[in-house]
């Protein structure tokens, strides 16, 4: 309880939800009048002066509980999980996926890509990231609160403090409290986890590079390389400055995407929204009291659960993660005040008005996915034509060609196979051309991933029909003749 220190009329002392004490749930309804849902906006009200509690230049953030927050949580874990796990599965006895950089290979399950495939990256990265603009035209910066890294470490951290220095309050308490041996044993626990949890991170992204059945036991044990450790370290320094001390630091001032999003929303994107219609004019009052006043009961609950620490209410700011904390905060207390949830909601501005035209009718709808599916395509006929052998024809440059005792020429070449699978291959090889021609090698074995350097030497004993013929250098996988590559190169006779 405490009393209002607002002119909202004659008001009582007022009930306000505190901040680390959960309201209890309402036992009636509202008994004010609902406000129309296109009700526009007192003009007299000014954009709230509150803002989230900051402790040592540090936002310090109320940890907060909802729907949106457990689809953040369960997406966030399993995410985090696979980043961990993926470089322990192995696949044909290697690790799955393992950027072999000393061989300059990338190996993903049972696809092996040399420096010549990463287009095929490349349209993968352009793909990821069409797809992304696509998903922001219909829901925002959901990426950013959901799916994000930056995100994902920044709440765990948060979790990590707050279960060594308490609630949000006892936070902001403790870091203006003085030094003691209390406050000394909370830091250095929570700082410790905090470099054990950043270690932990940086194995895990050094793992994709390094195998990782070798990697943790080595650095652990102190045994690692000198640069596997300093790779280690750097990611580990990165993650420990960035989710622990940075935090929504990275997302207000070091983020590109926050700066370009709005070139992609239109007025039918949905992003966390207040209905300023509804909520306005806002101010604290009993429960179950009749006013005149809008919706919103100026909890700042909203502010303080805010992990970059802006006040929604203000209207769609380039800082919103879209995380959804001040959702279900403000639906925790339209539930104690018996009020209809959803003042603060996922919702586009065009929605508010009652305008939800079809997709086929929105121009960005039709742009996006026509780039997209142009993309998708374009990227699915380059993994189409990628063939797992690689055929590099050199002539011999010393001579053109020579004559040998029994009348024939020969020209030599040095073929340079590679077998870009995963599995030990034998190939053939011939030759087309317009005259008989006898082959010094018609048959090779190559293992997985390696590459050989052929000398091959092609004589023709019969008629040449000029002294520049072209040659068609053939090279099949015996296991599956679909698989072949070709190269042209010519033949030289007096």
């Given at each position: 309880?405490?009393?209002?220190?607002?002119?909202?009329?004659?008001?009582?002392?007022?009930?306000?939800?505190?901040?680390?004490?959960?309201?209890?749930?309402?036992?009636g309804?509202?008994?004010?009048?609902?406000?129309?849902?296109?009700?526009?906006?007192s003009?007299?009200?000014?954009?709230?002066q509150?803002?989230?509690?900051?402790?040592?230049?540090?936002?310090?953030?109320?940890?907060?509980?909802?729907l949106f927050?457990?689809?953040?949580?369960?997406?966030?874990?399993?995410l985090?999980?696979?980043?961990?796990?993926?470089?322990f599965?192995?696949?044909?006895?290697?690790?799955?996926?393992?950027?072999?950089?000393?061989?300059?290979?990338?190996?993903?399950?049972?696809?092996?890509?040399?420096?010549?495939?990463?287009?095929?990256?490349?349209?993968?990265?352009?793909?990821?990231?069409?797809?992304?603009?696509?998903?922001?035209?219909?829901?925002?910066?959901?990426?950013?609160?959901?799916?994000?890294?930056q995100?994902?470490?920044?709440?765990?951290?948060?979790?990590?403090?707050?279960?060594?220095?308490?609630?949000?309050?006892?936070?902001?308490?403790?870091?203006?409290?003085?030094?003691?041996?209390?406050?000394?044993?909370?830091?250095?626990?929570?700082?410790?986890?905090?470099?054990?949890?950043?270690?932990?991170?940086g194995?895990?992204?050094?793992?994709?590079?390094?195998?990782?059945?070798?990697?943790?036991?080595?650095?652990?044990?102190?045994?690692?390389?000198?640069?596997?450790?300093?790779?280690?370290?750097?990611?580990?320094?990165?993650?420990?400055?960035?989710?622990?001390?940075?935090?929504?630091?990275?997302?207000?001032?070091?983020?590109?995407?926050?700066?370009?999003?709005s070139?992609?929303?239109?007025?039918?994107?949905?992003?966390?929204?207040?209905?300023?219609?509804?909520?306005?004019?806002r101010?604290?009052?009993?429960?179950?009291?009749?006013?005149?006043?809008?919706?919103?009961?100026?909890?700042?609950?909203?502010?303080?659960?805010?992990?970059?620490?802006?006040?929604?209410?203000?209207?769609?700011?380039?800082?919103?993660?879209n995380?959804?904390?001040?959702?279900?905060?403000?639906?925790?207390?339209?539930?104690?005040?018996?009020?209809?949830?959803?003042?603060?909601?996922?919702?586009?501005?065009?929605?508010?008005?009652?305008?939800?035209?079809?997709?086929?009718?929105?121009?960005?709808?039709?742009?996006?996915?026509?780039?997209?599916?142009v993309?998708?395509?374009?990227?699915?006929?380059?993994?189409?034509?990628?063939?797992?052998?690689?055929?590099?024809?050199?002539?011999?440059?010393?001579?053109?060609?020579?004559?040998?005792?029994?009348?024939?020429?020969?020209?030599?070449?040095?073929?340079?196979?590679r077998?870009?699978?995963?599995?030990?291959?034998?190939?053939?090889?011939?030759?087309?051309?317009?005259?008989?021609?006898?082959?010094?090698?018609?048959?090779?074995?190559?293992?997985?991933?390696?590459?050989?350097?052929?000398?091959?030497?092609?004589?023709?004993?019969?008629?040449?029909?000029?002294?520049?013929?072209?040659?068609?250098?053939?090279?099949?996988?015996?296991?599956?003749e679909s698989?072949?590559?070709?190269?042209?190169?010519?033949?030289?006779?007096?």
């Open positions: 309880m405490q009393q209002s220190n607002q002119s909202q009329g004659s008001i009582p002392v007022t009930f306000i939800p505190s901040a680390d004490q959960e309201p209890s749930a309402a036992k309804p509202s008994a004010k009048r609902e406000p129309s849902a296109l009700k526009q906006p003009t007299g009200h000014k954009p709230s509150k803002a989230a509690a900051k402790s040592s230049g540090k936002i310090q953030f109320r940890s907060q509980s909802g927050q457990r689809w953040r949580t369960a997406s966030g874990a399993g985090i999980a696979l980043f961990f796990l993926l470089p599965i192995s696949w044909h006895g290697r690790q799955a996926i393992w950027f072999d950089l000393s061989n300059q290979q990338f190996y993903f399950f049972g696809t092996s890509l040399w420096p010549q495939d990463f287009t095929l990256l490349a349209w993968v990265f352009i793909a990821a990231a069409f797809g992304l603009f696509f998903v922001t035209l219909f829901w925002g910066r959901v990426w950013c609160g959901f799916l994000c890294p995100t994902q470490w920044t709440f765990m951290f948060a979790w990590v403090e707050e279960k060594f220095e308490g609630s949000r309050n006892q936070r902001i308490k403790l870091d203006k409290a003085p030094w003691s041996r209390e406050k000394l044993t909370k830091r250095v626990g929570k700082h410790s986890s905090w470099l054990l949890m950043s270690l932990l991170t194995c895990g992204f050094i793992a994709y590079f390094v195998p990782a059945r070798e990697l943790y036991p080595a650095i652990f044990s102190f045994s690692a390389g000198f640069w596997d450790t300093a790779w280690v370290w750097f990611f580990a320094i990165c993650t420990y400055l960035n989710a622990g001390w940075m935090r929504e630091q990275m997302c207000l001032h070091c983020c590109p995407y926050a700066r370009f999003q070139a992609m929303f239109d007025e039918f994107t949905k992003t966390v929204t207040y209905d300023a219609a509804r909520g306005e004019s101010g604290p009052r009993k429960r179950k009291a009749a006013t005149n006043l809008g919706d919103c009961v100026d909890c700042n609950l909203c502010v303080e659960v805010c992990p970059t620490g802006i006040d929604i209410r203000n209207g769609l700011q380039y800082e919103c993660i995380c959804g904390a001040c959702v279900d905060a403000c639906n925790q207390t339209m539930a104690n005040f018996g009020y209809k949830p959803d003042l603060i909601a996922f919702a586009s501005e065009a929605e508010l008005k009652g305008q939800t035209p079809p997709l086929w009718q929105r121009k960005r709808f039709i742009g996006y996915g026509l780039a997209l599916v993309i998708l395509t374009t990227m699915g006929l380059d993994m189409a034509s990628r063939s797992a052998i690689e055929l590099n024809v050199l002539r011999d440059r010393q001579s053109l060609y020579r004559q040998t005792g029994t009348g024939g020429i020969e020209n030599t070449y040095l073929l340079k196979i077998n870009k699978t995963q599995q030990p291959r034998e190939y053939s090889i011939t030759v087309a051309s317009p005259m008989p021609l006898a082959v010094s090698a018609s048959f090779v074995s190559i293992g997985p991933g390696e590459q050989i350097e052929l000398p091959l030497t092609l004589t023709a004993t019969g008629t040449i029909p000029a002294s520049r013929s072209k040659l068609v250098f053939r090279v099949s996988d015996n296991g599956d698989e072949t590559v070709r190269q042209e190169s010519v033949f030289f006779a007096p």
